[in-house]
């Protein structure tokens, strides 16, 4: 992992605080428009005060309308920091992104993580009565670890992935994106690589940030399938009549079963790993198979015949009065269908790891993803800290380099920002245009609602 | 017939309670704002629980909603005198007791999150009867009154999806969604349908069809008292300083129950060398999977060690055992010392109260294990009979000794879904006697019985009392007060009234 050595960081997170973190959106983010006055604070850390309401004496901004969340809503917000020598601190909050901003660049976590909306300010928690301190808001996330995949993933196992196993994250962010948009409505996700083995999500719409704890725990039992610990053999069970969050699922996962599992991972490839899948079918087809499958070339040619035999007894079992089997569908879903830490969806004070915090292991920075190119999405790829210490140091000797060729001008237009001189820029790119499509959003919400009161 | 008669008496009724109680069934949205006699606070409380214990046991017993249920509950309220018809209109003094005892209850239930979970259930479910006898009729008029009117989707959209909301509803017919109305109902309301999958979502809301209506009321009903309990535990340290209220509130939440097993009256009296012997022959099957899965793999993750350490320090553990006990295995396995004091140690004190918040935590009650948090991959926590393949359940069973047709029984309890009376029938098994004669509720209570079995008249555990249901509860816990009557509006509703838009 280009030359990443943990033992750098103290030297290289510095740097990386000052002059590549994307402060300017990461604070347009989680101010959720709460100190801005329609769309002006777009200049991001700017010097705007918080209690300046309307735009009066800056023509450039629109009419003052109410603010999508509440002004202190940011500062109402958990941070937490892993410092050096795995020293965790809690209930960090801060007045404005600028003060994070510094924060930051002053105590260079190893580790940030962002957690849950409070009714105080969470520096404060330890000053009020046990109870009033409460968590109110919070993105519904997912957290998504290749861990959990390790009784189905033949390549690697625990903290290791492969491009072949990344196949399982990219099936998971298909199925879980489709649901939350054509299921349950949802607008505004972000999803985020974790810089070692697995991917988040936040889903950020202002009405899903005041969902209940409850009614997350029913959409993440709604969105989960594969059930059972170590003690489970059948991990997916279904039965009549299947609903349609399972069969659209099941097209996502089938259109890349094939050259994952069967081709890849070769689940049928020998009589060991056969009998895994086997397992999985009912008593009379399994012994059918048993014979059939030393007989097959290929785990493509053995698993058309498992399908064709499952299929056979499905047509055959409506007219006698035998339960279907849904067994080539159950082993699909149980080897590719995404497994969701549903206790971190679940809890608003949860914590995850924040965007663009480095993974203290592996050095990789915590990248979001760009669903539209999911394809192209290279965990191998994401730059490591040192990397992009290593590219900005070159920029800038590029840089001296050119001064001195034209002397009578030094410093002439640094103020390009300097992560868009790294391999890091796609990936602010990306986190921008999904801040961009918020505040696009909360302008046109501000202006129905104003819209609606000029009806008068 | 007790209400067929005395017409005036009902006449009477009416003028004086149908106003304030129109229907048999209500939402408890508002507060009692009377007098009560304390003698009166103490017998509807009592009644009340009572009732609910009914509607427990009943629930384990028989499968809700046959007849047999409904006929024996039906029989219990009529019996503890509470509204049982639907359309009797001279009930007034049932549905006065109804609405009281109800809102005190909710005073000795709101204390902890297991009380509550169990009062809300017990609610629940008597709401679910009582509102299942209702005729269409009085549905309509309940949903009005409760103003729940959803908007039904339009023929188009319907013929659009139909295919979906047949595949959505399992048991719904081509002509059933055809001829019934299927309403749009935002997702927060339709969270017990939702988290089951038995009904389809459609950018962002539930399509519910008119026959699964009844859960969103319940939904609806559930979400309203569970924010009503939260409210009443703020405002309870203003009613616990009242010292004639405050020992029958603790009286009745704590005889639901029974002991909560939080250590205390046995903490010491165990060495760790007598673990592995204890875990073979007192332990539920739960626990003993998790003691084994820790021997074996020097490890368990977060929810085995949860359930497991809390369990251990019900049994007596002490802190600097627990410590021991855990470090002693974790380091035989990938996880050094310093690692463990950094990693693990602190949750370990966190459950003994020691860090963090300082709750003292409880070990986790049966009910608490099968409902939360379920085991994923690695994981060995959770109730072996409600997570656990029948196959390999089975197979377990038969490692440890049990006889060929004490599985079958075993199993046959789980596949009614009764995991409880399963791991009863399994304690009888193990210990060689024909009924315990308790309900088994508790994994604690499963070692403490177990080891009152073992070592005869001279437990080494000394107990509270053994869950003797309501039947320890009797009347007379109040202090005797100046004043003989309370101000019901004072002692139940100190707090804000919900804003209008929660409910």
Not at chain 2, 113 to 125: A, H, K, S, T
Not at chain 2, 207 to 228: C, E, F, G, W
Request: one cysteine or more; glycine letters at 6%.
């Amino acid at each position: 992992m280009a030359g990443f050595e943990p033992s750098a960081l103290p030297e290289l997170l510095p740097l990386y605080y000052r002059r590549l973190f994307p402060h300017g959106p990461y604070g347009r983010w989680l101010g959720y428009g709460g100190g801005e006055c329609g769309a002006a604070g777009r200049a991001g850390a700017g010097e705007r005060g918080p209690g300046r309401e309307s735009g009066a004496g800056d023509p450039g901004t629109e009419p003052a309308a109410p603010p999508a969340v509440e002004k202190n809503y940011f500062a109402r917000r958990e941070f937490s920091f892993t410092l050096r020598d795995d020293i965790y601190v809690r209930y960090q909050s801060f007045e404005h992104p600028q003060d994070l901003e510094k924060e930051l660049q002053k105590t260079c976590p190893y580790k940030v993580d962002i957690g849950a909306v409070y009714s105080h300010r969470p520096s404060q928690h330890n000053a009020l009565r046990s109870g009033a301190f409460q968590a109110q808001e919070k993105e519904l996330v997912f957290d998504i670890d290749m861990t959990d995949y390790d009784d189905v993933r033949g390549c690697c196992s625990s903290a290791e992935i492969c491009s072949k196993c990344w196949t399982l994250m990219t099936i998971a962010i298909r199925v879980l994106d489709r649901a939350l948009v054509e299921d349950l409505g949802v607008q505004h996700r972000l999803w985020v690589y974790s810089g070692r083995r697995g991917v988040h999500c936040w889903v950020c719409d202002d009405t899903v940030r005041k969902w209940s704890s409850s009614l997350r725990s029913s959409i993440v039992d709604y969105l989960s399938l594969v059930k059972g610990g170590a003690d489970t053999v059948k991990k997916v069970n279904l039965s009549d009549p299947v609903h349609p969050f399972i069969s659209k699922s099941l097209r996502l996962v089938e259109e890349r079963f094939e050259e994952y599992a069967l081709l890849g991972q070769d689940i049928l490839g020998s009589r060991e790993s056969w009998d895994k899948v086997l397992a999985l079918v009912p008593e009379p087809l399994r012994e059918q198979l048993q014979q059939d499958f030393p007989r097959k070339r290929d785990s493509v040619q053995r698993w058309a015949r498992l399908k064709a035999l499952v299929e056979k007894s499905r047509q055959s079992s409506s007219s006698s009065k035998k339960l279907p089997s849904y067994a080539e569908k159950e082993i699909m879903l149980q080897f590719c269908f995404p497994r969701l830490d549903g206790n971190v969806s679940k809890g608003l004070n949860h914590l995850l790891k924040s965007p663009f915090s480095v993974h203290p292991k592996t050095g990789r920075i915590s990248v979001p993803i760009d669903v539209q190119r999911l394809d192209q999405f290279d965990p191998f790829a994401v730059p490591t800290i040192s990397s992009l210490c290593r590219e900005l140091d070159e920029a800038n000797d590029a840089d001296e380099d050119r001064d001195k060729e034209n002397e009578e001008d030094p410093e002439p237009k640094r103020r390009v920002r300097d992560y868009k001189r790294t391999s890091l820029a796609p990936y602010v790119r990306v986190f921008e245009r999904f801040v961009e499509d918020m505040e696009r959003a909360r302008r046109g919400e501000l202006l129905r609602r104003s819209d609606l009161q000029g009806d008068f | 017939m007790e209400f067929s008669s005395a017409r005036g008496r009902r006449r009477a009724a009416r003028a004086g309670g149908r106003g304030r109680y129109p229907h048999s069934l209500q939402f408890y949205l508002a507060p009692p704002a009377e007098s009560v006699s304390l003698a009166e606070f103490e017998s509807f409380a009592v009644d009340r629980l009572r009732l609910l214990k009914v509607v427990e046991n009943l629930g384990v017993k028989y499968l809700k909603g046959t007849d047999d249920y409904k006929s024996k509950l039906e029989y219990e309220l009529r019996k503890l005198k509470f509204p049982f018809k639907a359309l009797a209109e001279d009930d007034y003094d049932a549905r006065r007791k109804d609405h009281i005892s109800h809102f005190i209850l909710r005073l000795a239930y709101c204390q902890s999150e297991d009380l509550r979970r169990w009062f809300i259930q017990q609610e629940m479910d008597l709401f679910r009867y009582r509102f299942n006898e209702l005729s269409d009729s009085l549905v309509q008029q309940f949903l009005e009154y409760v103003n729940l009117l959803y908007e039904p989707i339009s023929e188009e959209v319907k013929e659009r999806l139909k295919d979906e909301l047949l595949m959505s509803t399992p048991g719904l017919s081509a002509e059933k969604v055809k001829e019934q109305a299927f309403y749009k109902i935002p997702l927060q309301d339709a969270q017990d349908l939702i988290r089951v999958r038995r009904v389809l979502l459609n950018y962002g809301f539930a399509l519910v069809p008119h026959q699964d209506m009844v859960v969103i009321i319940l939904n609806n009903y559930r979400t309203k008292l569970s924010k009503a309990l939260a409210l009443t535990a703020r405002s309870l340290p203003a009613v616990q300083s009242d010292e004639r209220l405050q020992p029958l509130l603790n009286h009745l939440s704590h005889s639901y129950i029974g002991p909560d097993y939080s250590a205390q009256k046995n903490t010491g009296k165990i060495s760790l060398e007598q673990i592995d012997t204890l875990s073979v022959k007192s332990y539920p099957i739960c626990m003993r999977q998790l003691h084994k899965a820790l021997r074996e793999n020097h490890h368990l993750r977060h929810g085995g060690r949860m359930q497991y350490g809390l369990f251990l320090k019900g049994i007596g553990l002490t802190l600097e055992q627990a410590l021991e006990f855990w470090k002693s295995e974790f380091i035989r396995g990938k996880i050094d010392a310093d690692k463990f004091d950094k990693g693990y140690a602190y949750s370990i004190r966190h459950n003994y109260g020691k860090e963090g918040k300082r709750t003292d935590y409880t070990p986790f009650s049966c009910m608490k294990i099968i409902l939360s948090n379920p085991p994923s991959q690695g994981d060995y926590h959770g109730c072996p009979f409600r997570h656990s393949d029948p196959e390999l359940l089975k197979q377990k069973l038969q490692s440890y000794k049990i006889s060929s047709t004490g599985i079958s029984q075993i199993l046959e309890l789980v596949k009614g879904m009764h995991y409880q009376l399963a791991c009863q029938k399994y304690f009888e098994l193990t210990h060689d006697v024909d009924d315990i004669g308790f309900p088994l509720n508790h994994p604690n209570q499963y070692f403490v019985e177990s080891q009152k079995l073992l070592n005869g008249d001279s437990p080494v555990y000394q107990f509270l009392p053994a869950l003797s249901g309501i039947h320890g509860l009797k009347k007379g816990h109040l202090k005797e007060g100046k004043y003989h009557t309370l101000e019901m509006k004072t002692a139940l509703c100190p707090l804000p009234q919900l804003p209008s838009s929660c409910l």
